[in-house]
């Protein structure tokens, strides 16, 4: 199958403003944010979303929450708030086939979302 955008950022196919890496999880900035920090952390490997992670890989949303929290940190956003955001599947607007964390702040955030 052909690589997703996110493979090919985590492979250094596609260049990304990288911000954050460990062994399982790459942090890297939303090419179109929509706030003023907009920032996507992934899995290094792939599983397509949030709903197809298998039982033996669930460890992966650990280290997918604890690196947002230190991104947050790295970034100031833990100061002033910040959101975060999965979205799975067709009416979750999900684009991009490869389970992301997206961290948005720097703005009050609106209820209900979209
Ligand atoms: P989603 O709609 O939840 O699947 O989110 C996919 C996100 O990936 C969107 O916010 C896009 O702006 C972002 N995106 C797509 N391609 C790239 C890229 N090459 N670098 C950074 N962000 C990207």
Request: hydrophobic share 40%; net charge neutral.
């Amino acid at each position: 199958m052909a690589k997703t955008i996110f493979e090919k950022i985590v492979d250094r196919e596609a260049q990304a403003d990288i911000l954050y890496e460990d062994d399982h999880i790459l942090a890297f900035r939303d090419l179109a944010p929509q706030a003023p920090t907009h920032i996507l952390l992934i899995p290094k490997k792939h599983h397509s979303r949030h709903g197809a992670v298998p039982a033996e890989d669930h460890i992966i949303f650990t280290h997918l929450f604890a690196a947002a929290q230190r991104v947050a940190r790295q970034t100031g956003l833990e100061k002033t708030g910040y959101r975060l955001v999965i979205n799975n599947g067709a009416d979750g607007g999900e684009t991009v086939p490869h389970l992301h964390l997206h961290l948005l702040g720097g703005r009050p955030m609106n209820w209900p979302p979209g």
